[in-house]
């Protein structure tokens, strides 16, 4: 049996993950993350995640605009999304090994 996560799940997490070690100033002191930050990922990973309540398309649209004043304030993904090109490469791979 093969387990392989949707879209780029592990990247985004993994990015949550390291900004616990590498940036805890990303993070408030009840340990949720920052909205610029979490704006940042969300925008690089779409549709990965979203909260009940508003409409994703206000959503989307807050994440496009938050995410480049996050970076204008210093705030960097630990992991960036994979390229269309590093994707294929990891689906084939996992053809190959099922």
Known sequence: MTFVAAQQHLRFLLNIARWTSEYPDYFKPDG???LLPIALALNAFP???YISGPPVWVQKALYATLA???RLK???LA???ASKA???A???EQAFAA
């Open 32 to 34: 949720s993350v920052k």
């Open 68 to 70: 480049p004043i996050a």
């Open 86 to 88: 590093e994707q294929r």
């Open 47 to 49: 549709d990965h995640l």
């Open 74 to 76: 210093g705030y960097r």
């Open 79 to 81: 992991v960036k999304p």
């Open 90 to 92: 990891i689906e084939d």
